[in-house]
């Protein structure tokens, strides 16, 4: 037994048991994501060749399908042809499918045993004998992902033994289709990659404002209309004045494809949920049907992001009629227990100034338009539960009252789903801290444009799906966690799985494989073979790009300064240029901190040294500063700053100073002070900042959504815009004294963050608060 080995089994539970020769297999062997619950390696290999069968216990449908299924995976690759058979046993040379009902687990529990002789894969349904495809899939070289034949290579499987069960069961990956269309051979590119990760929930966004994508033969201006827009956003959403391309733009999927990519996933063990938004996201559908909003209109399809005032009338019944009929077809096409529906981001504006809303907020004995949303979700989960459905909805749908049935998908962090956990309904985890996938995995200077945020590969592997808040009987409740990718700034599939991959990788481990069992080490050593399945499945995966010590975007200094650079991957090495060219494999090796003593820029890459594979370029900044003065003859006040409130939908923090506040005061503590009473908001801040040592800071601004920072007077940091929740650092220079600041800050709707840390010359962080300033008397 090696001491590698041994290490490796007492840090994730592998064992190894000892055989008759000295051919054990490594760790490197048995290298799988996500990493099973309880693997053995052992003595030996199976070999593949053209006499091998594959043999199955029973002859229903499902078990066949695998069978085919794994026929289909290893013939191409190998060439060679396998035949399925029935039996009753395993026999010398075949892969052997075993329904066995004494296989404990939850579902998708499965055994796979590699002998010399035999490969086994037991389980109590024909779903766990596919995850132990999936296993056997990953115990092949990397090459068996080939679409042609592939000579020379040794089809050979490791012994081992793996016991292997889902530690929960909704395990989901979502995609937005309405902002950007994709065709129906990606998505099912899309999920074939699900499936490789068992992973067993496809979420399909199906509607928004910029676009409805499903036929809808009862409404066909869903498809003349509704799915198409007349131009396209060029930037950021949160840039103004606001540019479009006047490019028309559309799509949709007819019935036929929908059912078409709904059994591709089914013959995969998938659920494929869709979405139907509602009542907000629904200007396309208002632009084919004006008759369904509160003002009549006219709509036109969207052409840039965000969130918009016009939704569905609650007031009209034509609207309820529509969306059961919608509805009606939807779940024709959709076999799924679940609908979601949406009920994110709907702005109250037009109920507010409906007659018919607000008779109808009377009629019922609702208090607000809160309310009225809630009638409105409960009104529609009581028609999907007629038809035996269940609905899923964001974590708005709390508000105002839980219909009684909902699953609620947490998005705005955990609380909303802490929250329905605790009043008895399931939940879904998918907080934009950790899952959502449209963030920006290195600095945004070096990626393509996207929405903001930062959620690097680390991050998604270090969550967890059931909070600490919760006691063990509301944990039972947490079904599972999904990841999301909005397509805002994603229009090509590349760049959706550039956005996904690795991430979702990560993800599949997090759902799949105990808490106590996952190591990030490892799970990296088990990406970087994986990595070579991905190429050759030819996945625009995400290559991690080198790592600064300090995770900061921008370096400043006064005489010099040093920058360490780290990646976490192995065999690789970084290289990098400080001349503004572009680096290459040829460029200088780093080997230790850069020393830069001029203004510039650092560009470095990550090289695979096997095959010279490189990554994206990391660009640091670096800025030679000077010492801004203090601010004389001042007097402080007491602790905290000042505030102005407004209310609004402001796209950039200046627009709110064209208004009145509606609320003035001081703030002690939280940022936020407890006067929002509106989705849509800005706040100003004042106030004087004590420095007690002169030398170099760097002031980190995140917001969700935009904010900026005036030192002195002086624009200093730039974080405005709508965008989620990003951070920008900038190096100022300062002296002992007192500076006068002013920070804005505007939320455009949904969760909102507002936080502001300070690196001290010596490297400390310390996070500052309201409590860390002065008024200005």
């Known amino acids: ?75 191409p690759a190998t060439g060679f042809a396998f035949t399925t058979e029935l039996a009753t046993e395993a026999a010398k040379n075949t892969i052997f499918l075993k329904l066995n009902p004494e296989i404990s687990g939850e579902t998708g529990a499965y055994h796979l045993t590699v002998s010399d002789d035999q490969v086994i894969i037991e389980a109590p349904e024909s779903i766990g004998l596919f995850y132990g495809v999936q296993s056997l899939r990953q115990l092949l070289p990397a090459e068996i992902e080939s679409s042609t034949v592939q000579n020379g290579i040794s089809w050979n499987v490791p012994a081992a033994e793996i016991k292997d069960e889902p530690q929960f069961q909704y395990r989901g990956l979502h995609l937005d289709v309405g902002r950007h269309f994709f065709p129906v051979s990606f998505i099912k590119k899309y999920i074939d990659l699900l499936a490789m990760h068992k992973m067993n929930k496809f979420h399909w966004h199906l509607t928004e404002d910029q676009g409805w994508r499903l036929e809808i033969k009862k409404y066909p201006k869903l498809q003349e209309i509704a799915s198409q827009r007349e131009g396209t956003l060029i930037g950021h959403g949160g840039e103004t004045p606001f540019e479009y391309d006047n490019k028309p733009y559309g799509g949709y999927y007819t019935q036929e494809e929908a059912r078409e990519v709904v059994a591709y996933a089914a013959e995969r063990f998938i659920t494929v949920i869709p979405e139907i938004e509602m009542p907000g996201h629904a200007t396309a559908a208002l632009a084919a049907y004006p008759e369904l909003g509160c003002t009549g209109g006219p709509y036109e399809v969207i052409k840039r992001w965000g969130v918009f005032p016009d939704i569905y009338c609650a007031g009209e019944e034509k609207t309820f009629e529509f969306l059961e009929n919608v509805l009606l077809e939807v779940m024709d096409i959709f ?155 994603v229009k090509t599939a590349d760049h959706v799985e550039y956005m996904v991959y690795p991430r979702a990788v990560a993800l599949s481990e997090v759902v799949w494989t105990p808490k106590e069992q996952r190591d990030y080490s490892n799970f990296l050593s088990r990406l970087e073979k994986h990595y070579k399945r991905l190429d050759i499945l030819d996945v625009n995966y995400f290559y991690e790009v080198p790592k600064p010590s300090s995770n900061t975007a921008k370096a400043g200094f006064l005489e010099s300064t040093q920058i360490a650079l780290s990646t976490p991957l192995k065999n690789t090495e970084i290289r990098y240029t400080l001349d503004g060219s572009e680096p290459t494999a040829e460029s200088a090796l780093y080997t230790k901190p850069v020393t830069v003593d001029k203004t510039g820029v650092l560009k470095a890459i990550t090289v695979k040294t096997s095959t010279g594979e490189i ?92 904010s900026k920072m005036y030192l002195n007077e002086q624009e200093f940091i730039d974080n405005d815009g709508l965008h989620s929740n990003q951070t920008v650092i900038e190096p100022a220079a300062l002296k002992k004294g007192l500076y006068k600041v002013k920070i804005y800050f505007t939320e455009g709707g949904g969760g909102y963050n507002l936080n502001l840390k300070r690196q001290s010359p010596d490297g400390s962080v310390k996070e500052l608060t309201p409590a860390d300033f002065f008024t200005e008397k």
Request: proline share 6%; aromatic share 10%; glycine share 10%.
């Open 1 to 75: 037994m090696k001491k590698g080995l041994l290490t490796l089994s007492m840090a994730l539970g592998i064992t190894l048991f000892a055989g008759c020769n000295s051919q054990k297999a490594t760790k490197d062997d048995l290298s799988i994501i996500p990493l099973p619950v309880e693997m053995t390696a052992g003595t030996g290999e199976f070999k593949l060749n053209g006499d091998t069968k594959i043999l199955t216990s029973s002859d229903n449908e499902e078990v066949l399908g695998v069978a085919g299924y794994l026929s289909e995976l290893l013939s």
């Open 615 to 706: 990554s994206k370029t990391l660009e640091i900044p670096v800025t030679k500063v000077a010492y801004t003065a203090p601010i004389e003859n001042i007097t402080p006040g007491e602790n905290g700053l000042t505030y102005s409130y407004y209310e609004g939908f402001f796209r950039t923090v200046k627009q709110m100073e064209e208004q009145q506040p509606e609320n003035t005061g001081i703030v002690t503590s939280k940022w936020i002070p407890e006067v929002v009473n509106s989705a849509s908001f800005g706040f100003t801040f004042s106030g004087l900042l004590p420095v007690e040592k002169n030398g170099l800071y760097h002031f980190h601004l995140s917001s969700d959504d935009g």
């Open 335 to 489: 076999p799924s227990e679940y609908i979601h529906i949406g009920g994110d981001e709907a702005p109250k504006d037009r109920w507010e100034e409906c007659p018919k809303c607000q008779a109808r907020i009377r009629r019922e004995g609702l208090k607000n338009e809160h309310e009225l949303q809630s009638y409105f979700i409960t009104r529609m989960e009581k028609f999907l539960n007629k038809h035996g459905r269940q609905i899923i909805g964001w974590d708005e749908i709390l508000e105002g009252g839980l219909a009684p049935g909902a699953t609620v998908m947490s998005w705005r962090g955990e609380a909303g789903g802490i929250e329905a956990a605790k009043m008895g309904h399931d939940v879904i985890m998918t907080p934009n801290s950790h899952l959502y996938l449209d963030y920006y995995q290195t600095d945004p200077e070096n990626e393509p444009l996207g929405i903001g945020g930062y959620l690097p590969l680390e991050k998604v592997y270090s969550y967890h799906p059931v909070p600490e808040a919760l006691t063990d009987e509301e944990a039972k409740h947490i079904l599972g966690a999904q990841g999301n990718l909005w397509t805002e700034y």
